[in-house]
């Protein structure tokens, strides 16, 4: 593989020719641009119409968990924190909103921190370029609103609390995030900061709060379904706007050299930006005008071929936070009377799915691991342990797209050319690592890998469920027994063949059959 600075690969990623067929690439927003301003301005003012600001709005409560011990800031502070993490957006976005309230209630400057670590799991740089670009842009837009943007090196647990102190901030409040690293950062910072500074958190990702959703493990979307749907009166609601703070901060942040801040993370630079997904709130809204007028008409009925574009595509900026997915419902939902059928189907995946995904992430410790399978689907992987594997694959090959067969190869290059593959295609991929590994945990192990290295939208809850799904059996039933699989549920190219035009994604991807040889 050849290395490239994060600026030619930025340079490349502009000046890269569209393809002519409807690739990922190929996503065309550019057209729907002129009118953009007019679509963000009525949704700011609706925005307006709700509140004039967070201090006039009654905030629901249910959205935040106090972490700390303390809970009442106190009367001699300087300053309110917002310890941005999984949700990097200005406007929609509750945990932003509460720090604002709290800042607006006791009369003192807004910050904002964002800690950058140097290494995340497996992320490449084309994540980091996806978040940090973003920040860039989050950090623009806070200085419109007087309110001062940090980029902090280090997690929120090493160079939070410290900075707290330093500059005598009277209440920290941070978004959410079920998965075990960013709970990590939460512990951490619990125990340093100083023991008058209450940590709140608020679930900014997620509509129905995770904690009120359930209080449980759910087995299925099925069991949460109804859990969801009957809260969404209380919580599919219009946000406030965030609005310039009146309070002023005495200290200017730090100078941020962005380029700098991708460049020095420990991150693969062979797997760089993609020309398809831009970073930032704006190329979201771009991205979701597109999905409304183009593709929502076509997605009950389009959007398991991989053939078609009619998915949102807004997985990348959902995982990132740089638009809320309660922005896009309230959107969507505006076209229920028109296209009820695919409204619905969107705001199931949306909302049903994805928040079963931090469900099972925030009450299953083993979300990654085959531990965390039922009974079940444990005992029926072990029984067939030893079966014998067709083809056996390493990482390697795999990475490469080096197998016998060219739909799974087509797969695997969109993944590591685009950044992202069409979802369908997520599951024959990720059931097809379990036949072709020797082991159940190499399969999840290697999907997992593959989906956090190269996919924009990886290390999401979503991803280590859509993987435990495919591998074990997570939020599904016992199917036929069969070699390898047991009951887990079987996926094949045949199949495939019945649900589109696999020779034309075929053609699109270039995937080759690779002469097999085993490399165990
Ligand atoms: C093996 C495997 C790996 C996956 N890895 C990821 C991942 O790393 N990140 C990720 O966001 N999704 C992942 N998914 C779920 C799903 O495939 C993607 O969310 C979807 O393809 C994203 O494309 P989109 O935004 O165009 O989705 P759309 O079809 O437009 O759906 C809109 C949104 O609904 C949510 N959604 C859709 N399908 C699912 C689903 N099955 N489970 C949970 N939420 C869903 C997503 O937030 C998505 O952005 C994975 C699925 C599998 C089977």
Redesign the pocket.
Known sequence: MRFFSIKTFCKMASAAKKPKLSTLASVNTEETTTDLNSFMQKIQAKREETAESILHYKFNRKRLRIISQEQTVSDNCEGIVYWMSRDSRVQDNWAFLFAQKLALKNEVPLHVCFCLISKYLDASVRQFHFLVKGLEKVAAECKKLNISFHLLEGSGAEALPQWVADHKIGAVVCDFNPLRVPLGWLEGCKKKLKKDVPLIQVDAHNIVPCWEASDKQEYSARTIRNKINSKLSEYLTDFPPLIKHPFTSKFEPEPIDWDEAIESREADKSVGPVNWARPGYDEAMKMLKS?IEK?LKI?SSK?NDPTQD???????W??FGQIS?QR?ALCVQEYKTKHTECVNA?LE???V??E??DNFCFYCEHYDSIKGASNWAQKTLDDHRKDKRTHIYSLEQLSKAETHDELWNSAQLQLVKEG?????L??Y??KKILEWTSTPEDALRY?IYL??HY?I???????????M??TCGIHDQGWAERTVFGKIRYMNYDGCKRKFNVAAFVARYGGKVHKYTSKK
């Open positions: 999905f593709r997605f959007r009619a998915c949102s595509n807004l997985s990348p959902f995982h997915v896009v969107f995946e949306a909302i799915r994805r079963l995904a992202k593959m069409h979802g369908f997520r599951m991929w990720c999907s989906n956090d996919s939208d990886g290390r999401d809850p979503n991803g280590y469920v859509g993987c799904w495919s």
